[in-house]
């Protein structure tokens, strides 16, 4: 189990190296100078010159490499070229908001999918379970922002009950805050809650048909009682690494969902970026994303091995 | 053996079919021009020629709708088609040398990729190079090339321990030719499956891309830029977000159901080798 948690952690931090340069070399190809773009075309040749040294883009890409990635090691994003405010403490404050957002989304998922899986699977015969299947596979084919949009057709324009978007701090006004988050986190939750229901009820379906399942049954369990005991922690097998695929898409989700709802977090923070050509800034939230991708992947590699010994 | 034709299958490849002949229907005709600015015709109610009514520039909705349906598909076939044409020859590679350092090094740099969603590629592309349908395109296919190659990886795996290919190792053939006359065709099935799950994929991709504006560019129409446009008038004429978000959704329907449907008809005994999500 150490050697393959040790080896798996090798694997994590050669994939956040490789991601780093990968991200880096990319960014690194877009044409114009950070220098010449801040100053603007009347600039005289000594000035950009001078915040060329500033910014360290005089030097070679290699070094300006490694200060960054150094720099991103310790929590230090670098300076923007544009505002020239930190880099790092903005996404700190976006990575909160986003994290709550897409935890939020996930419980959500879990709510839906797991009683409706379940239900599902154990009566897959009859009329209702096959109903649930069926509007499992209509919600997969609603996207995140669309769900979004729809709910808050439903919920702040006719409704009038919840807010259509905007975002307040929970140090402010907690009601608000929950109040505001409600919609964003059904967008989310109720489609990954849907492709999350098609798995969950494979994997119950899966199990029903083994042989000690039906022991258990013949012990005397009722039908929920012998999948309770001995069914669900050998479904949750396949649940968690689709759980952990769905935590990609949920942080991807969210990014667009950020934008249905105004909310201040990574994806808003990322578009903001590009919009006004803050390169330093798109740089960063891009690796801080796709390290948290790598992070899930890793987590369900390692909880995977954890409920199945047989994978170690 | 093929499997019964059922009718989810039946479902998908007449929601797929709806969206094609919509697509190309609008090559030669639409109601009216979909890019026309009419001030005259602004947020018209739906009749009298436009069934659906227009949005706020008066440009007819059932227009847009149809040439939107061009702009999805085609880039869900070029970005598939790039996932496709990469992925399936990695895949296979790995499947047949599978102790191998170059399998080793594909699958690597696979989950690598895996971890690069499509819209984090798209929002880096249009960074650099100014974002449009080629970027959304390049990165939805760049982003879609993990899930062919563990899928053909998986299906080679399998052929690879059958009697046939023993027989033709064994006849002395040699591995290129192996890939092309027998793997290929037996894993076929499987990625044409994949293909039309990918499809679903791009379309959300695609649609929550132009919906951020890293997608297809003005005036060209495209389901999610109506969304987007459609938003900030979702209090005064939810229609014009109703018609764009229905269609994402059928076309996403569609696909989804004719993969789960072929899977199912076209070869019961690779049923477990799921497609990629």
Same mark, same amino acid.
């Given at each position: 189990?150490?050697?393959?948690?040790?080896?798996?952690?090798?694997?994590?931090?050669?994939?956040?190296?490789?991601?780093?340069?990968?991200?880096?070399?990319?960014?690194?190809?877009?044409?114009?100078?950070?220098?010449?773009?801040?100053?603007?075309?009347?600039?005289?040749?000594?000035?950009?010159?001078?915040?060329?040294?500033?910014?360290?883009?005089?030097?070679?890409?290699?070094?300006?490499?490694?200060?960054?990635?150094?720099?991103?090691?310790?929590?230090?994003?670098?300076?923007?070229?544009?505002?020239?405010?930190?880099?790092?403490?903005?996404?700190?404050?976006?990575?909160?908001?986003?994290?709550?957002?897409?935890?939020?989304?996930?419980?959500?998922?879990?709510?839906?999918?797991?009683?409706?899986?379940?239900?599902?699977?154990?009566?897959?015969?009859?009329?209702?379970?096959?109903?649930?299947?069926?509007?499992?596979?209509?919600?997969?084919?609603?996207?995140?922002?669309?769900?979004?949009?729809?709910?808050?057709?439903?919920?702040?324009?006719?409704?009038?009950?919840?807010?259509?978007?905007?975002?307040?701090?929970?140090?402010?006004?907690?009601?608000?805050?929950?109040?505001?988050?409600?919609?964003?986190?059904?967008?989310?939750?109720?489609?990954?809650?849907?492709?999350?229901?098609?798995?969950?009820?494979?994997?119950?379906?899966?199990?029903?048909?083994?042989?000690?399942? /039906?022991?258990?049954?013949?012990?005397? $369990?009722?039908?929920?009682?012998?999948?309770? /005991?001995?069914?669900?922690?050998?479904?949750?097998?396949?649940?968690?690494?689709?759980?952990?695929?769905?935590? @990609?898409?949920?942080?991807?989700?969210?990014?667009?969902?950020?934008?249905?709802?105004?909310?201040?977090?990574?994806?808003?923070?990322?578009?903001?970026?590009?919009?006004?050509?803050?390169?330093?800034?798109?740089? +960063?939230?891009?690796?801080?994303?796709?390290?948290?991708?790598?992070?899930?992947?890793?987590?369900?590699?390692?909880?995977?091995?954890?409920?199945?010994?047989?994978?170690? | 053996?093929? +499997?019964?034709?059922?009718?989810?299958?039946?479902?998908?490849?007449?929601?797929?079919?709806?969206?094609?002949?919509?697509?190309?229907?609008?090559?030669?005709?639409?109601?009216?021009?979909?890019?026309?600015?009419?001030?005259?015709?602004?947020?018209?109610?739906?009749?009298?020629?436009?069934?659906? +009514?227009?949005?706020?520039?008066?440009?007819?909705?059932?227009?847009?709708?149809?040439? +939107?349906?061009?702009?999805?598909?085609?880039?869900?076939?070029?970005?598939?088609?790039?996932?496709?044409?990469?992925?399936?020859?990695?895949?296979?590679?790995?499947?047949?040398?599978?102790?191998?350092?170059?399998?080793?090094?594909?699958?690597?740099?696979?989950?690598?990729?895996?971890?690069?969603?499509?819209?984090?590629?798209?929002?880096?592309?249009?960074?650099?190079?100014?974002?449009?349908?080629?970027?959304?395109?390049?990165?939805?296919?760049?982003?879609?090339?993990?899930?062919?190659? /563990?899928?053909?990886?998986?299906?080679?795996?399998?052929?690879?321990?059958?009697?046939?290919?023993?027989?033709?190792?064994?006849?002395?053939?040699?591995?290129?030719?192996?890939?092309?006359?027998?793997?290929?065709?037996?894993?076929?099935?499987?990625?044409?499956?994949?293909?039309?799950?990918?499809?679903?994929?791009?379309?959300?991709?695609?649609?929550?891309?132009?919906?951020?504006?890293?997608?297809?560019?003005?005036?060209?129409?495209?389901?999610? $830029?109506?969304?987007?446009?459609?938003?900030?008038?979702?209090?005064?004429?939810?229609?014009?977000?109703?018609?764009?978000?229905?269609?994402? @959704?059928?076309?996403?329907?569609?696909?989804?159901?004719?993969?789960?449907?072929?899977?199912?008809?076209?070869?019961?005994?690779?049923?477990?080798?799921?497609?990629?999500?």
């Amino acid at each position: 189990m150490i050697l393959y948690l040790l080896k798996r952690l090798a694997v994590l931090l050669a994939s956040t190296a490789v991601a780093g340069v990968a991200v880096f070399a990319f960014m690194a190809l877009l044409p114009g100078d950070p220098a010449e773009i801040a100053l603007g075309v009347n600039a005289t040749p000594d000035a950009v010159a001078a915040l060329r040294e500033r910014f360290g883009t005089d030097r070679p890409p290699p070094a300006q490499f490694a200060d960054w990635f150094g720099g991103l090691l310790h929590g230090d994003f670098g300076t923007s070229y544009v505002t020239s405010s930190p880099i790092g403490p903005q996404i700190g404050d976006r990575l909160g908001v986003t994290a709550v957002l897409v935890l939020g989304g996930m419980v959500i998922a879990l709510l839906i999918a797991v009683p409706a899986g379940t239900f599902a699977a154990v009566h897959h015969r009859n009329p209702l379970g096959v109903a649930i299947s069926a509007a499992s596979q209509v919600g997969i084919a609603i996207p995140a922002f669309l769900a979004g949009i729809l709910l808050v057709f439903v919920f702040a324009v006719k409704a009038q009950a919840l807010p259509s978007g905007g975002y307040v701090p929970i140090a402010e006004d907690p009601q608000a805050w929950l109040l505001g988050l409600l919609l964003p986190w059904l967008s989310l939750g109720l489609v990954q809650g849907a492709v999350l229901t098609r798995y969950v009820r494979s994997a119950v379906l899966d199990v029903m048909r083994e042989d000690y399942l /039906r022991t258990a049954r013949a012990k005397g $369990r009722g039908r929920m009682g012998a999948l309770w /005991r001995h069914g669900l922690r050998n479904a949750s097998i396949p649940v968690v690494t689709v759980l952990g695929l769905q935590l @990609a898409t949920l942080l991807i989700g969210a990014v667009v969902v950020e934008r249905v709802f105004v909310i201040p977090g990574l994806g808003d923070l990322l578009l903001n970026g590009v919009a006004g050509r803050d390169l330093l800034l798109v740089q +960063g939230v891009v690796m801080v994303l796709v390290v948290a991708v790598l992070l899930i992947n890793f987590v369900v590699d390692v909880t995977y091995a954890v409920l199945d010994p047989r994978l170690r | 053996m093929r +499997g019964r034709v059922n009718a989810g299958l039946i479902a998908g490849a007449v929601l797929v079919g709806i969206v094609v002949l919509a697509a190309l229907v609008s090559f030669v005709w639409t109601p009216h021009d979909p890019t026309l600015v009419d001030a005259a015709n602004k947020l018209r109610e739906p009749g009298g020629g436009y069934l659906l +009514g227009a949005d706020k520039f008066g440009r007819d909705t059932f227009s847009q709708l149809m040439v +939107g349906a061009r702009t999805t598909l085609y880039v869900g076939i070029v970005a598939v088609g790039i996932a496709a044409l990469i992925g399936t020859p990695l895949g296979m590679i790995a499947g047949m040398t599978p102790r191998g350092w170059l399998s080793e090094l594909i699958m690597r740099v696979n989950d690598l990729v895996f971890a690069f969603p499509a819209l984090l590629l798209a929002v880096m592309l249009g960074a650099v190079y100014g974002a449009g349908t080629l970027t959304a395109m390049i990165a939805i296919g760049v982003a879609t090339v993990p899930a062919f190659a /563990r899928v053909a990886r998986a299906a080679t795996m399998q052929v690879m321990v059958t009697d046939y290919i023993l027989a033709a190792r064994a006849a002395g053939r040699r591995r290129a030719a192996i890939a092309v006359r027998h793997v290929l065709p037996n894993i076929g099935s499987m990625l044409i499956v994949q293909a039309s799950v990918s499809f679903a994929i791009a379309i959300l991709a695609e649609a929550a891309l132009s919906f951020l504006g890293f997608g297809t560019r003005p005036p060209i129409p495209s389901w999610g $830029r109506m969304l987007q446009e459609s938003q900030e008038l979702l209090f005064s004429t939810p229609r014009l977000a109703l018609w764009p978000g229905l269609a994402i @959704a059928l076309a996403v329907l569609g696909f989804n159901l004719l993969g789960d449907g072929l899977r199912d008809y076209l070869d019961p005994k690779l049923r477990r080798i799921r497609a990629e999500r």
